[in-house]
């Protein structure tokens, strides 16, 4: 039977299942926007969604226009609008409960890069956007989500460059570089399967596998070999109603969630 | 204090007594009109080699206006603080008019990628965050403020931060120095013939901005009396004495939107997205900016007033806004 979803679709879908009611969420560029309007309108209507450029609490008005971040929709309904120094002030004091970031590679330690690929530089192979808000969501919220492709490129040992911190080289290293205690990368979402933290290695732990998705098919695609969970979770496929907000109300045009092949 | 681990990048430095002193010199507080044409204001308070700063993006509120005019003018060697950036380091970038970009958010599109990836462009990478304290630190008069972010990555080590363990309580926290821009430039929703602005909205770092930097171009949608202003005083973003110049830009954030008063324009940002290239975005630059004799020039060839009354319409959030 051939798939009636996207793979962006079942990465959106899940990562919406994941935030928790009543908290605080630091909301990234890109596809975090999207599943954050999805955990709301199905999920956890009372999370306070917060972004970068001062909008606290918003009911983001859909459609979502692809590239925008702080325009009246991405501000519909919000309790409040500040700016920026006041929002990364409010995450760095311990008032934000998620960080939901995007990025282009992420490392065993859960370091994120979303900066270059190659080693030089001043004259990187591919130059990315930076971090934007990354660093300070990925260093000041209590944890960190984040969404990511299922490729082999884009999970690997080490990242080029660390943009945004994860568990950085290991156990106890986010408090030795002066990071906030008790922060750092609670949950990966690819394409293929959730992700957790060992709590003692610091190392990515696979905890549950996509619809359709083996053991081993996650972890070919996978440039280091992450901690495997004793017991694996079976993730659900996008639901039906996951799918009609997606593709009727928040995305109609299909420009993030693309369409089946 | 010892200094535990230094970051690579450049950083422009001013003495803080020096920034005083310009600020005392330079900045009249006399109730001067300053309302000038964009091409005035830009050749008079922009020069080659500046530091530039402006506030929220080309999609939202930016100063598009202005920056168009920066490129028309031909401006070299700028200097970008590109925190919450869009397509703005794209059009200066693909103008020629950039050397240096302190990265907040090196946004967006493949042209700009290519000229940094070519070594066309250097960048010093922060943070969006980092780079709004700089303009935080930068607008309180002290050379540097504190950040737990940061820490422990190779963002800090390509930035010009610095780490120390902090006098207090010994803990490693990040020193972020503070910026002071040669030129700020920011759109605002209305202000009068002094500079007294208001900008409705959430936003980036529009007061910190304004009152860092050494020379300030207002662009604003409508002018409104001093009386306006002193009806509602809590509604000024920034005062008139940090003001240089007022521009007179009614949709002067397009293709962007300013939220609350138009939408942005679909169809003219695909245009300026196609551009894959910096070939392609010289020809989009020819086509709406070299082209063009300023920006009500430039209004009437993406659409003018029916074009507007259309965007204006497709805005239908109004609410929190004006």
Redesign the interface.
């Known amino acids: 039977m051939s798939k009636t979803y996207t793979d962006v679709e079942q990465m959106i879908c899940l990562s919406s299942r994941l935030i928790e009611d009543n908290r605080t969420v630091f909301v990234g560029?890109g596809m975090p926007q999207i599943a954050a309007i999805l955990a709301q309108k199905l999920y956890s209507p009372n999370i306070c969604q917060v972004?970068?450029?001062?909008?606290i609490g918003p009911e983001v008005?859909t459609p979502f226009?692809r590239?925008?971040?702080?325009?009246?929709?991405n501000?519909?309904?919000?309790y409040s609008?500040?700016?920026?120094?006041r929002m990364?002030a409010q995450a760095?004091m311990g008032y934000i409960d998620y960080g939901f970031l995007g990025a282009a590679q992420i490392d065993k330690y859960g370091?994120i890069n979303s900066?270059i690929i190659g080693k030089d530089?001043?004259?990187?192979?591919?130059?990315?956007?930076?971090?934007?808000?990354?660093?300070?969501v990925a260093?000041?919220c209590w944890k960190t989500i984040v969404l990511m492709q299922h490729e082999k490129r884009r999970f690997l040992e080490r990242v080029d460059?660390?943009?945004?911190?994860g568990y950085?080289d290991g156990p106890g290293?986010?408090e030795?570089?002066?990071?906030?205690r008790d922060s750092g990368p609670h949950r990966v979402v690819s394409s293929k399967a959730l992700f957790d933290f060992d709590v003692k290695s610091k190392v990515m732990r696979l905890i549950g596998l996509c619809p359709g998705v083996t053991k081993e098919d996650v972890l070919e695609n996978m440039e280091f070999e992450p901690v495997v969970a004793d017991k694996l979770e079976q993730l659900g496929p996008p639901t039906e109603d996951e799918l009609k907000i997606l593709r009727e109300e928040i995305d109609p045009d299909r420009v993030v969630i693309g369409r089946i092949d | 204090m010892d200094v535990l681990e230094s970051g690579m990048g450049e950083v422009l430095l001013q003495d803080v007594d020096d920034v005083r002193e310009w600020m005392r010199d330079k900045k009249t507080r006399a109730l001067e009109e300053k309302v000038m044409d964009e091409h005035e204001a830009v050749r008079r308070f922009l020069k080659d080699g500046d530091y530039i700063s402006y506030d929220l993006s080309s999609m939202v509120r930016g100063p598009m206006s202005i920056e168009r005019e920066i490129v028309r003018q031909k401006k070299k060697d700028l200097w970008i603080a590109a925190k919450f950036t869009l397509l703005d380091t794209t059009l200066l970038v693909g103008g020629g008019c950039v050397s240096k970009i302190d990265v907040g958010f090196a946004g967006l599109g493949r042209p700009l990628f290519e000229a940094i990836e070519n070594g066309i462009v250097k960048t010093i990478d922060w943070s969006n965050g980092t780079l709004a304290l700089r303009h935080l630190a930068g607008a309180m008069g002290v050379p540097f403020l504190p950040a737990r972010s940061l820490l422990g990555t190779d963002t800090f080590k390509h930035s010009g931060a610095k780490v120390v363990e902090e006098p207090f309580t010994g803990k490693k926290v990040a020193l972020v120095p503070a910026i002071n821009p040669d030129v700020a430039i920011i759109h605002v929703n209305q202000c009068d013939v002094y500079g007294n602005s208001r900008v409705y909205g959430p936003s980036i770092t529009p007061l910190e901005t304004a009152a860092a930097s050494k020379n300030v171009i207002i662009s604003t949608e409508e002018i409104i009396s001093t009386d306006e202003i002193k009806k509602d005083p809590g509604k000024t973003t920034i005062p008139y004495y940090m003001v240089n110049a007022v521009v007179v830009a009614p949709y002067g954030a397009h293709p962007g939107t300013v939220p609350g008063y138009y939408s942005y324009d679909s169809e003219h940002l695909e245009e300026f997205f196609a551009a894959r290239s910096l070939e392609e975005l010289a020809e989009y630059i020819d086509k709406y900016v070299h082209s063009t004799s300023g920006h009500e020039d430039y209004m009437e060839m993406v659409g003018g007033d029916a074009r507007m009354e259309e965007l204006k319409k497709a805005e239908w959030i109004k609410e929190g806004y004006y």
């Open positions: 560029y972004y970068e450029y001062g909008a008005a226009k590239n925008m971040m702080a325009d009246a929709r501000s519909y309904r919000s609008w500040m700016s920026m120094n990364m760095q370091n900066t530089y001043e004259k990187p192979k591919k130059r990315f956007t930076g971090s934007g808000g990354g660093n300070e260093s000041l460059f660390i943009t945004s911190p950085l290293a986010r030795n570089a002066g990071l906030p």
